[in-house]
């Protein structure tokens, strides 16, 4: 890759690149949902990233915001991806998440019987046992 061919990513593209979204299609959805906004604004999958951008991106019911530290075309590894995205979300947004995660795993229907096993999966996750 040419310095010229990393000056342009599409925000989609960017957004599954550095792991915000599993696929570049549910990235693109969201741009097109009005989920995605840079600068204030919504934008368009197509819209470029510049280095050094803000993006708010409202993922699970938290409004998420990242800082662009490197542009990426290709996906690339869980480890590596703190080089490119700076997370500035603040840690109460995702406590919220935490809590309303909480209240849907814990809340049971009255004479449903015992929990499932995923339902215990992710009681054991959400509870770290």
């Not at 530290?69 to 947004?93: C, I, M, Q, S």
């Amino acid at each position: 890759m040419e310095a010229k061919d990393l000056e342009k990513v599409r925000v989609d593209r960017w957004l599954w690149a550095a792991r915000v979204f599993k696929t570049r299609g549910d990235a693109a959805e969201a741009c097109k949902g009005g989920k995605v906004e840079i600068g204030g604004e919504n934008v368009k999958p197509s819209r470029p990233v510049r280095v050094g951008e803000t993006i708010e991106v409202m993922k699970d019911g938290v409004l998420r915001e990242y800082r662009v530290v490197g542009l990426l075309l290709k996906r690339v590894g869980a480890k590596v991806v703190a080089n490119f995205v700076e997370d500035l979300t603040p840690p109460e947004r995702l406590e919220v998440r935490r809590e309303t995660l909480a209240q849907t795993v814990l809340k049971r229907a009255a004479g449903t019987g015992r929990p499932t096993k995923r339902e215990r999966r992710d009681m054991d996750r959400l509870f770290g046992d």
